[in-house]
């Protein structure tokens, strides 16, 4: 199986870079928040839990994280790999993950971590406000509470996985074509 983490600040171009390399690799795309909007659309308990959170634009508690991507992965045994998106968000999140997948006979291969300033990424929220309907993406109050939370629990996670050898930094900002090329050339070095 090839794992991959998608990493970079809300509003890196994330989704966008999932979405291609999905269909070039042939992988399941495993994005926390879509699950959690999912969850909160079917009024799942969890969903109703995840509300309050995410609305404030804070990290959902991460034994729920956890669990709710423990249940994704089983419920996938035939897939080539994993691309993870929004998650691990936290080093606990990311110990987690390595445990699960060890369980699994399996580890994540790279991490590669969308690099845009912070200027960039408030632009590209307040357009995306407009047309995504997020109620997380509405107020600049909570942009930045979002942009704050990244900085203080999930950057941790990009030395996590350099520590292993594992990150690669790509430059977000440009065409979004010559961003999947260079994503495109770190994955097939570890393929
Ligand atoms: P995203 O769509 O990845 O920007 O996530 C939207 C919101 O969902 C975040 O601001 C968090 O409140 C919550 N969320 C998504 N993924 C996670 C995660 N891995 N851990 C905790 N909270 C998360």
């Known amino acids: 199986m090839l794992n991959i983490v998608l990493f970079g600040p809300p509003g890196a171009g994330k989704g966008t870079q999932s979405k291609k390399i999905i269909e070039k690799y042939h992988l399941i795309h495993l994005s926390t928040g879509e699950l959690l909007r999912e969850h909160m659309s ?14 404030q634009g804070n990290l959902v508690p ?30 606990k999140q990311a110990e987690a993950l390595d445990e699960l997948l060890e369980k699994k006979g399996e580890k994540i291969a790279l991490m590669i971590a969308l690099d845009v300033d912070e200027e960039e990424l408030k632009n590209r929220l307040k357009l995306r406000a407009q047309i995504s309907g997020r109620t997380d993406d509405q107020d600049e109050e909570r942009i930045n509470n979002r942009i704050a939370v990244y900085k203080k629990e999930t950057l941790p996670v990009a030395e996590y996985y350099e520590k292993q050898s594992k990150l690669k930094r790509i430059k977000g900002v440009g065409e979004i074509d010559e961003i999947f090329n260079d994503i495109c050339k770190a994955i097939d070095q570890v393929k």
């Open 62 to 91: 991460d034994d729920l994280v956890i669990k709710m991507v423990d249940v994704e992965i089983d419920s996938h045994p035939e897939t080539n790999g994993f691309i993870f998106d929004g998650f691990p968000r936290t080093v």
């Open 42 to 55: 079917n009024g799942t308990e969890l969903g109703k839990v995840a509300h309050t959170y995410i609305d």
